[in-house]
């Protein structure tokens, strides 16, 4: 889950679908299968607007070359489009891997199994075709109980500066077993953190870690929370 702010801070408009589809290859490399998109408020942005282009950006990385010009009409595009990296994935290789592939369905993308429109939330990581990117336009809290209600029985992982060390949690609450059992992980905005966007994180959290407690820099970029929150993960999940 990541904020609709997210892409606040670059300034430069041509650079805001390139760190978007960056983002893109971070989620496609460790395999996320979801991301949700919340609203974060910005007196300075649009703040849905901002959050509704994150998911646009990321439905346009996610989808196959030969899909594009179907999904997205040159009219809904910009030419900024251009600057997003593929993401190189087995399913923009290949029409379908185990039944599973991507379709235009309705003028929009979709999740396929053997040709039959799928309810995007069953997407799974094996066969992997991709990530479902999806805009919640509802604060944090309120979407973190949409995204438990609709994706069932979860653990919900928060990432701050005042989160206990992963290293710890992996020991002490043992969330190697929690990949078996489905995982969200929470990041915070560029100007405020999931404890100031939340009223009790405890009752939102099974767990708030921090994944590089020795940081040097004041601040992790979002974009870098994640990269460095999917390593830290994927590394005790393989312990």
Not at 16 to 31: N, Q, S
């Amino acid at each position: 889950m990541l904020p609709s702010t997210f892409t606040s801070t670059v300034k430069h408009r041509p650079l805001r679908p390139y760190v978007i589809g960056k983002l893109a290859r971070v989620l496609a490399i460790f395999g996320v299968t979801h991301v949700f998109v919340y609203y974060d408020d910005d007196p300075y942005f649009d703040s849905h607007a901002l959050g509704r282009y994150i998911v646009k950006v990321l439905k346009y990385a996610v989808t196959p070359p030969w899909l594009k010009k179907k999904a997205f009409p040159k009219s809904t595009t910009d030419r900024w489009f251009g600057l997003i990296p593929p993401l190189q994935i087995e399913a923009h290789e290949k029409e379908s891997i185990g039944g599973w592939s991507w379709g235009v369905v309705g003028g929009r993308l979709y999740p396929l199994y053997k040709g039959r429109p799928v309810n995007p939330l069953r997407i799974k990581r094996d066969p992997y075709i991709g990530f479902w990117a999806e805009y919640i336009p509802e604060k944090l809290d309120r979407a973190i109980k949409q995204v438990k209600k609709r994706m069932g029985a979860l653990h919900i992982i928060g990432t701050s500066k005042y989160g206990r060390s992963i290293w710890d949690a992996a020991v002490k609450e043992k969330i190697y077993d929690f990949s078996s059992q489905g995982v969200v992980v929470v990041f915070g905005g560029p100007h405020r953190g999931i404890f100031e966007m939340s009223g009790k994180p405890s009752d939102l959290f099974d767990l708030v870690v921090n994944v590089y407690p020795h940081q040097r820099t004041r601040t992790i970029r979002t974009e870098e929370a994640v990269a460095l929150t999917l390593e830290a993960l994927s590394m005790v999940w393989q312990v």
